[in-house]
């Protein structure tokens, strides 16, 4: 069982930045692919980012060179750093882990106001 919370969600203004974390209680945590999706209420959950244990990421073409994707394995962490929002990006962010099974966190609410 992998637990992952999330953290770093809150109100911004349009232009600004966040950055938001996923702490895993996984073992061998390298050995995870880690996501990040987001979903706007009312709306299906969305891939954002994605990072596998080697570093190579990837990304949805509506975050593509605003958002960042990182991995520190030590710290069993994966880290979102979001640029330039927009209210468009306004919904729950959750951290997704896979290595056979798939687990999720409990989500964060970022707020980007106009």
């Known amino acids: 069982q992998v637990q992952l919370v999330e953290s770093g969600g809150g109100l911004v203004q349009s232009g600004g930045s966040l950055r938001l974390s996923c702490a895993a209680s996984?073992?061998?945590?390298?050995?995870?692919?880690m996501n990040w999706y987001r979903q706007v209420a009312g709306k299906q959950r969305e891939f954002i980012a994605g990072?596998?244990?080697?570093?190579?990421?990837n990304y949805a073409d509506s975050v593509k060179g605003r958002f960042t994707i990182s991995r520190d394995n030590a710290k069993k962490s994966v880290y979102l750093q979001m640029d330039s929002l927009s209210p468009e990006d306004t919904a729950v962010y959750y951290c997704?882990?896979?290595?056979?099974?798939?687990?999720w966190g409990q989500g964060t609410q970022v707020t980007v106001s106009s």
């Open positions: 997704n882990a896979q290595s056979g099974q798939t687990y």
């Open positions: 990072i596998a244990g080697n570093g190579r990421t």
């Open positions: 996984a073992s061998f945590f390298s050995a995870y692919a």
